[in-house]
Structures are given as structure tokens and as C-alpha cells.
């Protein structure tokens, strides 16, 4: 069994086969009691403000008119699903009349460009925070691996560090959007250039804390294993790979799960700054929208966005507990 499951499963079974029943009682109280009684406090302290809340297009949303709104865009997106079956089922009907009059015709399948489901945005999100964060992670990783072991190379880099760390990515928007439009020119593009803005958006965000707490882990390799790696003669790529990076891990994720965490951030701003396709995006039209139902449907892209933020993060601790030496890593 999983051993995550089995951590769930293993107080329950204890308790039934009556193994220190106090202990166990007290531990599924903390695992689950805990969390669930912190979800209802909270559940009950939004329905509470919400219903003294008004706004200009009605009633702040509580949980219940928010689920009520995600029920709406999972029907949505269901309906557009369905649209988008039909186009392609008249499509391939079509094409087949028109091979039957005459095989050797020419037949085009054209793309369904119907409107973009709330689906459709978190994954397009997702995508665009992936490919800039790992994108990231190959430039920062080795720059960091690179400084940490040459105090020379700390030296020069240092300073464009503390310089370009504190600029917000927001502020690199508009000289990547001018950028993309200048270089990113072709007739036929693999990528959109809203996808590039904001990828190149998160890519800028995420380099820093990688950087920096990459060639801090380095730091942290012992002056003895240092001595062992030369007493062996090992060559660079060997030193590093067997003595640094085990040794520069734990570190090195926390670089890597800080920079996930303000890219998924910045990525949403970006999303409604650049009106770049997006969970941004959606949070942007539904505020301009102004219907009766946009505040809900708003709080349910916020719950949407700190879930997907949370489960990113998971997935970093579960890669570091994969890779790491040390499986004592824990899901906090």
C-alpha cells in the first residue's frame, strides 16, 4: 500500500483492533479533526461576513452561491464540449460527401475556436507556469551550482543578484511584450505571443530564489567531503554530481518551491495586466463583466487558484522526497 494511504488508514486500524486506543484516538483528532473543524470555522466565518457584505452587483458570495457558481461553469463547460463534438462530427460528415463525390478531393479538419471554458483557463494556466518555472530551473540550477563552488564567480554574479532581485516581474511585462513582438516574427508561429509574454514573465520571477538558495546549499558541502572528493581525484561533473548536489538538495528545493510559488502568483497578475489567456484573465472578464453572478464566479477562481497553488507545492515535496537521500522529507 501507499505509504501515504496507509499513514490515513493505519490509526483506523489500529483503533479497531484495539492497539493503544487512546493514542490512536488522539492522533485521528489531530490528522483529521483538526482540519476539518479549522475548514467549518472558516466555512461559517465567510458565510457570516458574506451576508453583511454588499456590493454594487449584489450580495457578497458565501459557499454555498459560490459552489452554486461552480456548478454553473462545470455545466458550461460541459454544454461547450458538446458544441465543440457537433462541429467536428459536421465536419467529418461533410468532408465524407464531399470524398464520396469525388476521392481524390481536397479535405481540411479547421480547429473549434469557440469561447475558452473555465477548464480550458486553469489548464492553459498551467502550462504557462510549468513551462516557465522548469524553463527557469534549467537556467538557475546550474548558474547556482556554478557560483556556489567558485567564490570568483559569486563575485560577478553577486551583484546583478541584488540588483534584479527586487525589480516585480510586472515590471518586465511590457519589455517582454515588446520583445516577443520584435524577435518572436513568422508566418506560421508554434506559439502564441500571449503565451510567450507570460511564460518569459514567470521565467524572470523564478530564477532568483533558485539561484540563491541553490548556491547556498552548495555552501553547505563540509570541507571532509571536499577532502574525500580530492583524495579520490574525482573529476567536476563526478564532484558535483555525486558530492554536491546530494548535499545541496534540500536547499535547492526550497529555491525551487519558492520560485513555483511566486510564479503561480505573478503569472495570475500577468494574466489580468496583459489580458493574456488565463485564469487571469477569467478573473479580469468576469470583473468586467458585472452580472449578478461574476462575484461568485471570481471566488471560485480564488479557491481554484490557492488549490492549484497548494497541490504545486505538494508535488515539489514529493519530488524532493523522491530524489532526495533524506526520506524524511514531510508533506508541510
Known sequence: MNPLKWAMVAPFYKLMVGEDRKSQVNLILKTIGLPLSGLVIFLLLWQGAASHINTSLGQFPGPVQTYEQFEALQAEAK???????????????????????????????RDYIGPPTFFDQ????????????????????????????????????????QI????SP?????????????????????????????????LLCCLWPTIINTAAGVATVTQDLKNVSQVLRLSWW?????????????????????????????????????QNPGLGKFVWDE???????????????VITI????????????MLQKAVSWDKSVTLR
Open 122 to 161: 486553469i489548464g492553459r494556466s498551467l502550462v504557462t507556469v510549468m513551462s516557465g518555472f522548469i524553463l527557469a530551473s534549467i537556467i538557475a540550477i546550474p548558474i547556482g551550482i556554478i557560483i556556489g563552488l567558485s567564490a570568483n564567480a559569486y563575485a560577478a554574479v553577486n551583484p546583478l543578484i
Open 170 to 202: 510586472l515590471a518586465w511585462l511590457p519589455l517582454v511584450t515588446m520583445v516577443v513582438s520584435a524577435l518572436y516574427v513568422t508566418d506560421d508561429p508554434a506559439f502564441d505571443k500571449a503565451f510567450l509574454n507570460s511564460m518569459f514573465t514567470v
Open 306 to 317: 490557492g488549490i492549484v497553488g497548494f497541490f504545486l507545492d505538494r508535488g515539489m515535496l
Open 164 to 167: 534584479f532581485k527586487p525589480v
Open 79 to 109: 454544454a461547450e464540449g458538446v458544441k465543440e463534438q457537433a462541429f467536428y462530427e459536421r465536419q467529418e460528415a461533410r468532408n465524407a460527401r464531399k470524398l464520396e463525390k469525388n476521392p481524390d478531393a481536397e479535405v481540411k479538419i
Open 238 to 274: 563526478t564532484h558535483v554530481r555525486k558530492i554536491v548536489l546530494p548535499c545541496s538538495i534540500p536547499m535547492m528545493f526550497t529555491g525551487l518551491r519558492i520560485s513555483l510559488g511566486i510564479a503561480w502568483m505573478v503569472l495570475i497578475a500577468a494574466e489580468m495586466l496583459a
Open 287 to 301: 470583473f468586467q463583466n458585472g452580472s449578478s453572478d461574476s462575484l461568485g464566479r471570481i471566488m471560485v477562481a
